[in-house]
């Protein structure tokens, strides 16, 4: 199973940033969100594609539908500069996959 | 809530090398845990999971027959004893947790991450 991101994403301060994650019916699945900053392990940001973890800010949201799940950062701001991941389980082979990666860049 | 991964190194290729990771501050042996990696300037790439009683083990397939997972739930910790190591292996391996107890593994979140061990193969 494989899953794929855009490279990079730009977006101006205080406007909304998507980020995409395109699989093969991957609304049939659960995906997940992390977000890594540079030097940095990374951190859950989205659980079943729209749960958010407690002390995640409500700027973050997930969707999930077809075959593009969707991490949205509305009224982004500097520090959510970093790498977003996202990963589902592939029950046939019985792997984690992580996508590509997304790096967002907050102009 | 705390993992410490150790072990990292310079290894040769075809060398060995044990990885650990210390668990602190919730009850270990009730988490499936996963070795994720990550080449440098590259992304993620899951590696391992183990569940609570070592029976249900899965590796990717870039590991499968030289990666071997397991856990001691006495010590509070997850191993990664990596064998026939090759230069693609260089990479630094987090640990990782998984969202909720559960004695079999699920499809949930790792929420909890170590800061990662590095290792390097190379001649």
């Known amino acids: 199973y494989m899953l794929t991101q855009p490279p990079s994403v730009s977006v101006a301060p205080g406007k909304t940033a998507t980020i995409t994650c395109g699989g093969n019916n991957i609304g049939r699945k659960s995906v997940y969100w992390y977000q890594q900053r540079p030097g940095l392990a990374p951190i859950l940001v989205i659980y079943y594609d729209s749960d958010r973890p407690s002390g995640i800010p409500e700027r973050f949201s997930g969707s999930n539908s077809g075959n593009t799940a969707t991490l949205t950062i509305s009224r982004v701001d500097a520090e959510d500069e970093a790498d977003y991941y996202c990963q589902v389980w592939d029950n046939i082979d019985d792997h984690w996959v992580f996508g590509g990666g997304t790096k967002l860049t907050v102009l | 809530e705390q993992l410490v991964e150790s072990g990292g190194g310079l290894v040769k290729p075809g060398g060995s090398l044990r990885l650990s990771c210390a668990a602190s501050?919730?009850?270990?042996?009730?988490?499936?845990m996963h070795w994720v990696r990550q080449a440098p300037g590259k992304g993620l790439q899951w590696v391992s999971s183990?569940?609570?009683?070592?029976?249900?083990?899965y590796y990717a397939d870039s590991v499968k027959g030289r990666f071997t997972i397991s856990r001691d739930n006495t010590k509070n910790s997850l191993h990664l004893q990596m064998n026939s190591l090759r230069v693609e292996d260089t990479a630094l391996y987090y640990c990782a947790r998984d969202r909720r107890a559960s004695e079999l593994p699920l499809d949930d979140a790792f929420d909890v991450w170590g800061q990662g061990t590095t290792v390097t193969v190379s001649s």
């Open positions: 501050g919730f009850p270990f042996s009730s988490y499936t």
């Open positions: 183990i569940n609570t009683g070592s029976t249900y083990i």
